[in-house]
């Protein structure tokens, strides 16, 4: 076991190399995989090394006598964010590459939550059909049966719901979040609810549909695994009182009541 003989990764990159290393690699050592719950034996410190040098892109190799290669991009290791040019708005923009989800998980739990206002405008595509959505650099293609929305404000549409799901899955998913409006063909109100992080920052990242979606800094990131420009947003959600500030209202109207009643 090599535990003993690893640091932890500084500026400097290690000399060692390992046949399964690729180009934009670096070797970090071999260890015992440590998901195995029955690992008591694990010593705390070498248990926390693993957990330390543990980055999002690691990468293990073939097990020899116990162990495991371990690689991380260069990138990562350097402390370096992987960046990507993206397309946003038909301007090339440099982006930081995330596992969205993952990295906002945490912001997700105490976030804001907001829904739409106002209503959108929605066409089922009758053959299959690309769909270029210039404001968030997404390419997307919308099967027959899918729904394709246009956001108020919004230069492009874009293709409703999770490729991961079925047709009729997500055909069910628009009419929970979207009813219509019978006076107003092609025309419905949103009903759905979601949880928002501003970003600060340009943004890229896989979707769970296995498109790339890029977001610029000031737009924001929501807890479905997508990007909402800034001008989208602002045009299309607007924040729900907590329960609190809902309290707080309530309370103000009380004794306002009671005042004109004198």
């Not at 929605?122 to 270029?132: N, S, V, Y």
């Not at 920052?201 to 479905?224: I, P, Q, Y």
Request: proline residues 4%.
């Amino acid at each position: 076991m090599k535990f003993e003989e690893q640091k932890m990764p500084t500026q400097e990159k290690p000399a060692e190399k390992h046949p399964e290393q690729k180009e934009d690699e670096i070797f970090l050592g071999n260890f015992e995989d440590l998901s195995d719950e029955n690992r008591e034996e694990q010593e705390e410190d070498e248990r926390q090394l693993f957990e330390d040098i543990s980055y999002k892109t690691k990468r293990r190799g073939e097990m020899k006598d116990g162990l495991y290669p371990v690689f991380v991009k260069e990138s990562e290791f350097k402390g370096e964010p992987e960046m990507e040019e993206v397309l946003i708005d038909g301007e090339k923009t440099k982006c930081k590459k995330i596992d969205m989800l993952t990295e906002y998980a945490e912001a997700f739990k105490t976030a804001d939550s907001y829904r739409k206002i106002g209503k959108v405008e929605a066409r089922q595509a009758t053959e299959r059909e690309e769909i270029a959505t210039t404001q968030d650099g997404t390419k997307n293609i919308a099967e027959p049966g899918d729904w394709i929305i246009k956001n108020p404000g919004d230069k492009d549409p874009y293709v409703f719901g999770d490729k991961s799901d079925s047709i009729d899955v997500r055909q069910q998913k628009f009419a929970k979040k979207y009813e219509i409006i019978d006076d107003e063909p092609g025309v419905f109100r949103p009903k759905g609810i979601i949880k928002a992080v501003k970003v600060n920052e340009n943004l890229v990242f896989d979707t769970s549909w296995g498109e790339k979606m890029a977001v610029k800094g000031g737009g924001w990131v929501a807890d479905g695994g997508y990007a909402i420009a800034k001008e989208s947003f602002d045009n299309t959600y607007e924040r729900i009182p907590s329960e609190s500030e809902k309290a707080e209202e309530q309370k103000i109207k009380d004794i306002r009541e009671k005042l004109s009643a004198i």
